[in-house]
């Protein structure tokens, strides 16, 4: 790729949000790295480069890290699904975080989620984008919890809120690709649409018209 471009990354965990994106894509061009398709195109005269990560936080930080070594992205954008946490959040509302913590991350004298390299817990997304974004879609800003696994029992909630008080919804991914993002100083942000509130039923009910209100979010700052 160019690197006199200013490319825009884009990374979905799950195929629905890359189709829908892909869908709207002009002269793209496909390269397999590690089992994942990187697409390459336009989209309304911008470049893009766009991937489906996959679930969980090792595919995600894999794919941020990627997009940035390797395709020269300028900026990037999360975009997907996740579970409502402490009930401000309703399924199908906008999430747009402008916190990342990583609930599973534990260690002997450290307190929660404490990253060592960057020598704190959370981690901040790019402000203006993000607000860029949060203007562009409506969406309520808040703390995201990530971790590497599907929160849907009442005690791991409260148990993440006990330690994260200002969480407002958990997922799988973003807080890997905030932190790839930051230690690489890249500026992120990241749209979240509410599939659930911890109940693998409404998961299966929602994600599909919870993804595609994420893709509509993204391609509304394209």
């Known amino acids: 790729m160019d ?4 490319v825009i990354g884009i990374i979905g965990a799950m195929d ?7 869908s709207v894509m002009n002269k793209m061009t496909r390269t397999n ?3 994942s398709d ?13 991937m489906q990560s996959g679930i969980g936080k090792v595919n995600a930080a894999f794919a941020a ?10 900026r990037l954008y999360m975009t997907g699904i996740a579970g409502s946490m402490g009930g401000r959040l309703h399924t199908l509302d906008l ?19 404490y990253m060592d390299i960057l020598d704190r817990v959370g ?46 919804a958990a997922d799988m991914e973003s807080g890997a690709v905030a932190q790839v993002c930051a230690r690489l100083k890249v500026p992120m942000a990241c749209v979240k649409v509410i599939s659930d509130a911890g109940d693998v039923g409404e998961y299966y009910d929602f994600k599909m018209r919870a993804a595609e209100k994420a893709i509509s979010a993204v391609l509304s700052v394209l």
């Open 65 to 74: 890290q990627l997009l940035i070594r390797e395709f020269n992205v300028s």
């Open 123 to 168: 981690v901040l997304p790019d402000e203006k984008i993000s607000a860029e974004l949060a203007a562009a879609c409506g969406a309520t800003r808040g703390t995201m919890a990530t971790g590497e696994r599907f929160v849907d029992s009442e005690e791991d909630k409260a148990d993440i809120l006990r330690r994260f008080p200002t969480v407002v």
């Open 95 to 113: 999430l747009i975080p402008d916190l990342f913590v990583q609930y599973d991350v534990i260690m002997p004298g450290e307190p929660d989620g």
């Open 33 to 35: 790295v590690g089992g």
């Open 38 to 50: 990187v697409v390459v195109g336009t989209i309304h005269g911008r470049s893009v480069a766009l």
């Open 3 to 6: 690197n006199s471009k200013n």
């Open 16 to 22: 629905a949000e890359v189709r829908g994106i892909e």
